[in-house]
């Protein structure tokens, strides 16, 4: 996305996972890193869309339900 260069997720097709990232040196220094966290979730969405799963479960990446997003189309 525009603008989030910092951000991306990394997909493994041999596994189908995947891990988001960011760039911490293009962070403000006060950054709360839980909250950037929860900042990438839609980064969680399109790779969920695409058939990947994440790493690690964690709150803000267990998108239980595809329903949820169905009428949101966030791949281009």
């Known amino acids: 996305m525009e603008g989030r260069r910092h951000e991306w997720a990394e997909l493994c097709d041999k596994c189908h996972k995947y891990i988001v990232g ?6 403000a220094e006060n950054t709360v890193t839980d909250v950037a966290a ?3 979730i839609y980064l969680d969405v399109l790779a969920q869309q695409k058939g ?6 964690c709150v803000w990446n267990m998108i239980s339900e595809p329903e949820l ?3 949101v189309n966030l791949i281009s």
Do not use: E, R
């Open 22 to 27: 960011t760039d911490m040196g293009k962070l």
């Open 38 to 40: 929860i900042g990438m």
């Open 52 to 57: 990947y799963s994440p790493v690690a479960d």
């Open 69 to 71: 997003f169905s009428d």
